[in-house]
């Protein structure tokens, strides 16, 4: 089973950082391709970022392309979303999320394709 848990997020003021962190207390994400998700105030959740098993593909959406990075630490069992350059725009609830994977470059950015969720964490930009 695998159990996700983000962490990191925050209050922050436009133009600043964060480093979201998504660790698993379950199984091991190495089979797992992850993606990072948001979902703002009467909004629909939003694809961000995601990372194939052993990291050589990633993909993010064009709104935070430049600007936030997605890693993972297989050796931690942990992913990360780098923000960088925040607008008051990223304004959201961040989610994690895990899906095996069969192919080493494989990575999804279709919600509907995620198995396993954490809670999430809420990053908050001001102006």
């Known amino acids: 089973q695998v159990q996700l848990a983000e962490s990191g997020g925050g209050l922050v003021l436009a133009g600043g950082s964060l480093r979201l962190t998504c660790a698993s207390s379950?199984?091991?994400?190495?089979?797992?391709?992850l993606g990072w998700f948001r979902q703002a105030p009467g909004k629909e959740l939003e694809f961000v970022a995601a990372?194939?098993?052993?990291?050589?593909?990633?993909s993010y959406a064009d709104s935070v392309k430049g600007r936030f990075t997605i890693s993972r630490d297989h050796p931690r069992n942990t992913a990360f979303l780098q923000m960088n350059s925040l607008k008051p725009e990223d304004t959201a609830l961040y989610y994690c999320?895990?899906?095996?994977?069969?192919?080493?470059?494989?990575?999804?950015?279709?919600?509907?394709?995620?198995?396993?969720w954490g809670q999430g964490t809420q990053v908050t930009v001001s102006s």
């Open positions: 999320a895990a899906e095996r994977s069969l192919r080493p470059y494989q990575l999804f950015s279709n919600a509907s394709t995620y198995d396993y």
């Open positions: 379950g199984r091991a994400l190495n089979n797992y391709s």
């Open positions: 990372i194939s098993r052993y990291g050589r593909s990633t």
